[in-house]
Every structure is written in structure tokens, then in C-alpha cells.
């Protein structure tokens, strides 16, 4: 009874804005263990021990609360591989896919969400997902750009297309196979380095300098 009461009171004193970020990190929480199509507003109010009814008040929908954990795990995502712009280019690459490797790890199921939250059937999630690759499609561009590879829309559409590759290839080599992380990272790193020539082979000297670029 005591418990209960003092559950009730830390639910009092929170503010709207409090409650709703509250609500919106049990749904991110729940990731770990249940798809996004599982989580429904009547496994998060029995969760969060709140009404029905204030989960409708704050997100309108299922899939409106949908949209909300999907953008807060994508902006923890986005956190997690910050690049630091004080690192030379490729060191910063190398970093960034090493932090995108450890988040894979630590919180697979999220990732796996973001991932397959690409396809939803709501417009508006898949638009949430798609911001994140258009800026992880960015930070690669801006270390093209400082290696000395012209910005065109052919390079864009080849790291737009690394990017969802990437993604795909985390989801199997975390979830599936037994890689370490160092191996993850050499195989994106290898991969990514890979398919930049593609769009013009003289653009392999400036990822590699340590390798001559044919003639």
C-alpha cells in the first residue's frame, strides 16, 4: 500500500512533458524485448501503470506513440555516432563505424526496429527512419569531400545505398553471426571503400592514399 502510494505520487509530480518523455523511454526500453508492432498502448499503460485514455491524450494513435519511440531511438542512435570533428577524416570514419558497432551490440533490438521500421506501414515512421540514413548518408559525404572527392549526385546515391547496406549486414552480423567488432568494422570500412570507386575508380587513391590508384 505504501509502494502504491508513493508510485502515485511520483506520477503526480511530474510535469506533462515529463510524463510523456516517461512514456515515450518505456516504449524505447520495450524494443528490447518486443517488435514495434508489439507495442501497443495496452502493454504500455499496464507497464507504466497509467490509463488507457492518457496514452491516447499524448500520442493520439498507436501509431502516433509509434512515431515517438521510433524518433527517440533513432536520435539515441544518431547520438551514439556522433562523428568527432576533431579526428582526421578517415580516423573520424573509423570511430564513427566502431560507436555504430558498439550501439548495434548494446541494443540490438532497437537497431533492429529502426531497421525494419523502414518498411512500416506508416508513412510518417518510415520518414523517421529515412532522416537518419540521410544523415548518416551526410557525415560519410562531408569525409568524402575533405578526402578530395567531388560531391555529385552519383556519390549520394551510392552512400544512400552503403547506408541501407550497412544496416542489413549489422543486423546479420550482430544478430547472426559471431563476428567480433573489430571484424564489423573492417568489413563496412572494406565494403564502404569498395563501392566509392564505383562512381569513378580514381576516387579509391583518395580513400586509400597507401594504395596507387590504376591507371
Known amino acids: ?39 501497443t498502448i495496452e502493454r504500455l ?4 501503470g497509467v490509463s488507457r485514455g492518457l496514452l491516447f ?46 550501439f548495434v551490440r548494446e541494443h540490438e533490438d532497437t537497431f533492429f526496429s529502426l531497421v525494419r521500421g523502414a518498411a512500416s506501414g506508416d508513412r510518417e515512421v518510415r520518414e523517421v527512419v529515412q532522416q537518419a540514413r540521410a544523415l548518416q548518408m551526410e557525415r560519410l559525404r562531408i569525409v568524402c569531400e575533405e578526402l578530395g572527392i567531388p560531391d555529385t549526385a552519383m556519390l549520394r546515391m551510392t552512400l544512400r545505398s552503403w547506408v541501407a547496406f550497412a544496416e542489413e549486414s549489422l543486423v546479420d552480423g550482430v544478430l547472426v553471426s559471431e563476428l567480433s567488432p573489430e571484424e564489423l568494422v573492417d568489413f563496412l570500412e572494406r565494403t564502404l571503400f569498395a563501392v566509392v570507386p564505383c562512381v569513378d575508380p580514381s576516387y579509391g587513391a583518395h580513400l586509400r592514399p597507401d594504395v596507387a590508384s590504376p591507371n
Not at 499503460?45 to 507504466?48: C, L
Not at 577524416?89 to 570511430?95: C, F, G, K, Q, S
Open 45 to 48: 499503460s499496464q507497464q507504466a
Open 1 to 39: 500500500m505504501a509502494d502504491q502510494r508513493r508510485r502515485d505520487e511520483r506520477r503526480t509530480r511530474l510535469s506533462p512533458d515529463e510524463r510523456r518523455a516517461q512514456l515515450v523511454a518505456i516504449g524505447v526500453q520495450a524494443l528490447a524485448d518486443h517488435s514495434l508492432e508489439e507495442l
Open 57 to 102: 491524450y499524448y500520442f493520439g494513435s498507436k501509431q502516433g506513440f509509434h512515431r515517438e519511440v521510433v524518433r527517440a531511438a533513432r536520435d539515441g542512435l544518431l547520438r551514439a555516432t556522433e562523428p568527432d570533428l576533431d579526428l582526421a577524416p578517415l580516423d573520424r570514419l573509423h570511430a564513427t563505424l566502431s560507436n555504430l558497432v558498439r
